[in-house]
């Protein structure tokens, strides 16, 4: 069947399977960036944004992303301008093997979009979702907790 | 704090930002599934559903007959040649046990038979379709069975070598020791005896193992793979494979984790197979249920510890018997087993008396492999709760036994020559240990003295501290060796070329900053290429702690030549002696102040005159392992009713020498913590009776999430190796094995209880309570 | 990973459209919600998914009769409505923020869930001690309790549900949720809900519900008797949670063992009774 999908802001016409999963429609269009960790909603290494709310691309169906938006890690930046959230995980050590990081930018660019000063908690919470082997978690909550502070000061600017 | 001799760092010492940091944050294809040439077949497999049995006969017909199957391996048409897929240095000290292949099933999940097919729907149709005749045999499923008089014997294949006793399922056998125990425990004042068992583990990496192999246009087999040892999958897939070395070229592209599991020749001689029968590129990924089930674990182990003290609490006598399970395959079992003892041992290096024997033995189980900690992990759950134990019996804070137990600058232990990697080791005298600031510093900021005892309650449940100390290795000494290769550009900038293999680790980047360091220039001026076979120099790769210490020191020397080639062809255009000339901020610096830069000498150097390459190899082989050392704190907080256990402040005071990019150092440390803090509480793999995995994904297989991390402090010694490049250690290992011992003190100072059995859930400590 | 022969992806655009395809196509139809769980679950039997996305059941109101809940809410719609939060103390706002991580509870249907009914679920215990009505469409439209509904699996699978309706009680009412999981993003080992209301400090309803044991919600009669018509003291409560701790249905899986869940039953009603007095306490 033919799906229309807009992702990054650009519309796609698409041919899938009934039952793909949008994981498996977004990795063979290009967005490789969307990483395959578990595919039964465990580990959030899929993580994209669907109209606006990060879910496991792995469990969505990609025929229910019909009409709909989604952005991935790879439509963050805005012409090679890294999002505050991508610069801070870079700044803070939050990148070890990089493996669980687009999911991880992703549950914090959606807990940012409603929420712009976040408790440590809140933070561990929005990523709770999100498995990471290699950093232990905290320089990633440093990072979204610094994100949040630079993204709150330049909107004060 | 030493006052130490060495130079204030402008490179070293910094937290840059990872040279592969921005391709990852932006989800750049970087890792081997990103990027599939057209045409990638994929590959499944077919597990074993029985734990031991004979292949009776196989019937393909049907799966070859499947539209867009390309060929369906079995042992029937694969080659036959045993081998290890321990990836250690040759010759490999595991038994050359597994054949691509085989005609017996060791494992549930062990492999029977693979299809490569065009789609993954038509490979899976395909392993639907293969009939499997199978003569179902009695199965060994613990350690105790392994070793029962007459027990099934797993490897009864005649062409397998490097086991010690397959008869009796006994894959290594270690006996090594000192003084002599028995009188040791005689003369003893207090002794202490415990058995602890670690259960069935697996690291988790959130990226399976992944192999996409090619033909180059050569014709040379090219395979892309998730690993953290390319040169020995270059050689055990010639092995396998049965071709020369020099038609494989091995690339690791970036690793998505590996903590040992992918310290393993798992899938290349079976994708690079594939792709030598059908000329076609070849993908092949593992589920995360295989990755569970098929790939690598942590050896179970069962190991007693016998401490004999004197009064004031100095050991006499140290005894430590451990028992491994190596399941079906004896990949590492030998070299996990020996540094159990190896790694332990030595920090209590006061007692004249010490005996380590053990076993590794087969079981039809899940296979064991190298796992970060590498058998330290398992060897310091005994040692350090007896010596808790002991503490308590003496009347003794912990703290202090343990300060007038450890070792020393200038002190070496017996252990170090007599029990290395598998074999005998190698004698070392320790030149840097900040140990006892590490105790002091982490007592005092978890508020030791304060909070001990108290037993004090709020609404987590009733507190304990709890507290450890530990060493590890940095490289396995005259054995491992590592080199870089170093080119200059032009306009000053620089190729390093190294095989050490940055699996996340950061390697990359700290290579660089000591590259960048000898040379006088910013980080970004180092241009990094590494784990390629073709184009980069020799590497043993990632494990042992080793990467840092001994891939660092032949970066350092690669640079030091480079450096005095550019200081060669300075001196004449500066007219001076290259002994007046050093190398600073991108220039070559005169100590009349004159200068010249980078860029001029290499343009010089290129084009201009007495024209060559500025460039140098060189390699490293160490003599020694320096240890760093790790003390840790935690409090915790136990449920009285449930038995639950938070963990609420963790404290880790390490020394691992220079730290050359502490940010990273760090992130090392707060990884293996929380890895070590799942492995101590929720992770356990669950064995049915008959030998299958019950809980094989990350649904019922819990590792810590963001919410289940206690507040961590990591803190390091100023410490200096002088061994060491700019006098680092290394810290990529030693984390993980703190918390399963500090936590389980702590929970004694909570509520009395001594647990000996990993994991400790919430039923097990309630049970233990209850039990009192 | 994906099992089914789904060849077909339906959007009907009502309820009884849904419902006529559902009735047709029997076993080898199955609705889609969040989807998850037929991502997950489904069989390789079927062949037609039926997609709800496009009914108008994605409300939340406030009503005489109590807080009225679309099929297509998700998790995080409910955890983000002040309506639910007012509701009971907040008790089912507590409740899902311990119910997996936001990327589950952002794709999660409360008629998703409710259709899936899967053993651990915490929503279906809660919901269950608080009374639920169930509204749902299967030729005609009915209201059964959710109670119900879960022990009546032929209607569960053969049925869409339209919306829930979470009771209002009398003005003393209170209810608490407690789990108990082995790390914080885990299915419980056992949960229990309770639910108490009545006049003066006399209890003259109770609903008692532990979850996860590992078998799907049950009520635990015994330990409501104990409750029933008295006061929530500490005598009582311990009455009743050693009563609901013997008499609960429980197995060992490979998660625990029957015995220690028993201990977590006694564990569970107790403290979920005690915040239900403290509750009762501020609402006096």
Sequence with gaps: MTITLTINGVEHSVEIDTEETLLSVLRRMGYVGVKKGCESGDCGACAVLLDGRAVNSCLVLAAKANARHVVTVEGLSEHGTLHPVQQAFLDSGAVQCGYCTPGMVISAVDLLSRNPD???????????????????????????????????????? | ?????????????????????????????????????????????????????????????????????????????????????????????????????????????????????????????????????????????????????????????????????????????????????????????????????????QHTPIEPHTVLSDLDPAGRLVLKTSTQVPFHVRRIVAQALGIPIRQIRVIKPRVGGGFGTKQEVLLEDLAGWVTLQTGRPALLTLSRKEEFVSSRTRHPMRIRVKLGARRDGVLHAIEMEALSNTGAYGSHGLTVLANAGSKTLPLYNKAPNAHFYGQAVYTNLPVGGAYRGYGATQGYFPLETAMDELAQRLNLDPVTV???????????????????????????????????????????????????????????????????????????????????????????????????????????????????????????????????????????????????????????????????QIVAVAAPMLATDQSDLRLAGQSVVASDGQTVTLARVCERAMYESDQFQIGATASCVPSESPPPFLANYAEVAVDPETGHVKVLHYVAAVDCGVAINPQLAEGQMEGALVNGIGYALTEEMVVSSRGRV???????????????????????????????????KSVGEIGINGPIPTIANAIFDAVGVRLRQTPFTAERILAAMQNR | MVETNAKVYLRPSSVEEAWTILNERGERAKLVGGGADVVLYASSATTTLVDLDGLPLKTIERGNDGLVIGSG?????????????????????????????????????????????????????????????VTLHNGTTRTVALEDLIADRPLLHRCVITHVRLPIASPRAAAAFLKFGRTKVDVGLLNCACFA????????????????????AQRVPAAEAVVLGNCLDAEVIAQAAAAGAEAVDVRNDRRASGEYRRTLTAVGIRRCLERIGERWGETA
């Excluded at chain 2, 963001?706 to 061994?723: M, R």
Aim: proline content about 5%.
């Design chain 1, 118 to 157: 976040p408790t440590r908690e809140e933070i561990a919470e929005a990523i709770s979702g999100n498995l990471c082997r290699c950093t232990g978690y905290t320089k990633q909550i440093d990072a979204i907790a610094e994100a949040a502070k630079r993204m709150r000061s330049s909107d004060d600017d």
């Design chain 2, 1 to 201: 704090m030493t006052d130490h001799d060495h130079e204030v760092f402008a490179v070293v010492g910094k937290s840059e930002r990872k040279v592969d940091g921005r391709g990852l944050v932006s989800g750049k294809p970087m890792f081997v599934e990103d990027e599939l040439p057209a045409g990638t077949l994929h590959i499944r497999i077919l597990g074993s559903p029985h734990a031991h049995a004979r292949i009776l006969s196989l019937d393909t017909s049907e799966a070859e007959a499947v539209p867009g199957v390309h060929c369906v391996l079995t042992h029937e048409n694969t080659p036959a040649t045993r081998h290890t897929t321990a990836g250690q240095g040759y010759p490999e000290p595991s038994p050359y046990d597994t054949r691509m292949f085989d005609s017996k099933v060791r494992f549930v999940g062990d492999r029977v038979a693979a299809v490569a097919a065009e789609s993954i729907g038509a490979a899976e149709e395909a392993l639907g379709k293969i009939r499997v005749e199978y003569e179902e045999l009695p199965a060994v499923l613990s350690i105790d069975e392994a070793r029962r008089e007459g027990a099934p014997v797993i490897h009864d294949e005649d062409d397998s070598t490097g086991i010690y006793d397959a008869t009796r399922n006994i894959v290594a056998d270690v006996d090594i020791d000192v003084g002599d125990v028995s009188k040791g425990f005689l003369t003893s004042d207090e002794i202490v005896e415990v058995t602890c068992e670690t259960q069935y583990a």
């Design chain 2, 402 to 564: 343990r300060q007038r137990n450890h070792i020393r600058v200038g002190e070496g232990s017996p252990i170090f020559e007599k029990l290395g990697e598998g074999r005998e080791g190698v004698s070392q005298t320790i030149k840097s240990c900040e140990l006892a600031w590490c105790i002091a510093e982490g007592a005092e900021r978890i508020g030791w003295f304060e909070k001990r005892g108290r037993r004090l309650r709020d609404e987590d449940g009733i507190h304990g501290i709890g507290m450890s100390i530990m060493m590890q290795g940095s490289g396995i000494p005259e054995i491992d060796m590592g080199a870089a290769t170093i080119k200059m550009n032009e306009d000053g900038s620089f190729n390093l070329l190294i095989g050490a293999t940055d699996i996340g680790t950061g390697s990359d980047t700290i290579l660089a900053q000591i590259a960048a360091e000898v040379l006088g220039v910013p980080l970004e001026k180092i241009l990094v290429t590494s784990s390629d076979t073709d184009h980069t120099p020799f590497d043993v790769g990632a494990y042992a702690s080793s990467t840092t210490y001994v891939s660092g020191m032949a970066v350092q020397r690669a640079a030091e030549q480079v450096r005095d």
């Design chain 2, 694 to 728: 019950r809980n094989p994904s990350l649904f019922d297989y819990k590792i810590p999430s963001a919410l289940d991390i206690p507040k961590i402090e990591v803190v390091f010694a100023d410490s200096y190796e002088p061994t060491g490049p700019m006098g680092a």
């Design chain 3, 73 to 133: 809410v998700t998790f995080t719609e409910l955890l983000e409505s002040p309506v639910v939060a007012g509701y009971l103390h907040g008790v089912v706002t507590d409740m899902l923020r311990g119910v997996g991580s936001p990327l589950l509870r952002n794709l999660a249907t409360v008629g998703g869930t409710l259709g899936s009914a899967h053993p651990w679920s915490d929503v279906i215990p809660l919901f269950v001690s608080l009374g639920a009505m």
């Design chain 3, 197 to 216: 209301a009545g006049r003066e400090d006399k209890v003259e309803t109770v609903r008692i519900t532990v979850g996860g044991a590992p078998a799907i």
